[in-house]
T-cell receptor
Framework: DQQVKQNSPSLSVQEGRISILNCDYT??????FLWYKKYPAEGPTFLIS?????DKNEDGRFTVFLNKSAKHLSLHIVPSQPGDSAVYFC?????????????FGKGTLLTVNP | DTEVTQTPKHLVMGMTNKKSLKCEQH?????MYWYKQKAKKPPELMFV???????INESVPSRFSPECPNSSLLNLHLHALQPEDSALYLC?????????????FGQGTRLTVV
């Protein structure tokens, strides 16, 4: 049972436009969400996170939105740059759990075309 | 220092070999993790150490043996692996549970079992 779902395996956008990556979750206990960026043969790099007490968190070109009622979050990148081309993973954790476990989605490959 | 350092970066081993993967962080993080990632798949949690004690073993075969000698080091001892164990092995660490729970990942060890 996949508790974190990224239903779009890939996304292609033009440089300068907005990239929107989506993520859905099923576990109501999840209350902390993270986005990671990954280049081939490298470890994931933390991008941005959001706690369930917020509905928006912004860091430069990256904004994460959380809709708790829909169990949905999205990552907005604006403006998109060719260097943003990578696989983006959504991950979730439950602070009530003592085991620090992160559950990852399958990832979305973002390609930003010059 | 915001790095998680993994050695070696690449490892080729035979099915009868014994080898070890090493991971080090100096961020004062008290949770450390081993993940396994196959191509085009999300990272899969293997083990979690919390305050140097094993807190999660995700039903990993005994041919993988984790060790946490101190709060900065995490090892993964490998013995009698199978070709299907070939993957990118990622180490991560995170702060004690609180408002911020990002896991920082190392660059990974690309393991090939021949």
């Amino acid at each position: 049972d996949q508790q974190v779902k990224q239903n779009s395996p890939s996304l292609s956008v033009q440089e300068g436009r907005i990239s929107i990556l989506n993520c859905d979750y099923t576990n109501s206990m999840f209350d902390y969400f993270l986005w990671y960026k990954k280049y081939p043969a490298e470890g994931p790099t933390f991008l941005i996170s959001i706690s369930s007490i917020k509905d928006k968190n912004e860091d430069g070109r990256f904004t994460v939105f959380l809709n708790k009622s829909a169990k949905h979050l999205s990552l907005h990148i604006v403006p998109s740059q060719p260097g943003d081309s990578a696989v983006y993973f959504c991950a979730a954790s439950a602070s009530s759990s003592s085991n620090y476990k992160l559950t990852f989605g399958k990832g979305t490959l973002l390609t930003v075309n010059p | 220092d915001t790095e998680v350092t993994q050695t070696p970066k690449h490892l080729v081993m035979g099915m009868t070999n014994k080898k070890s993967l090493k991971c080090e962080q100096h961020m004062g993080h008290r949770a450390m993790y081993w993940y396994k990632q196959k191509a085009k798949k999300p990272p899969e949690l293997m083990f979690v150490y919390s305050y140097e004690k094993l807190s999660i073993n995700e039903s990993v075969p005994s041919r993988f043996s984790p060790e946490c000698p101190n709060s900065s080091l995490l090892n993964l001892h490998l013995h009698a692996l199978q070709p299907e164990d070939s993957a990118l092995y990622l180490c991560a660490s995170s702060p004690p549970r609180g408002p911020v729970t990002e896991a920082f990942f190392g660059q990974g060890t690309r393991l090939t079992v021949v």
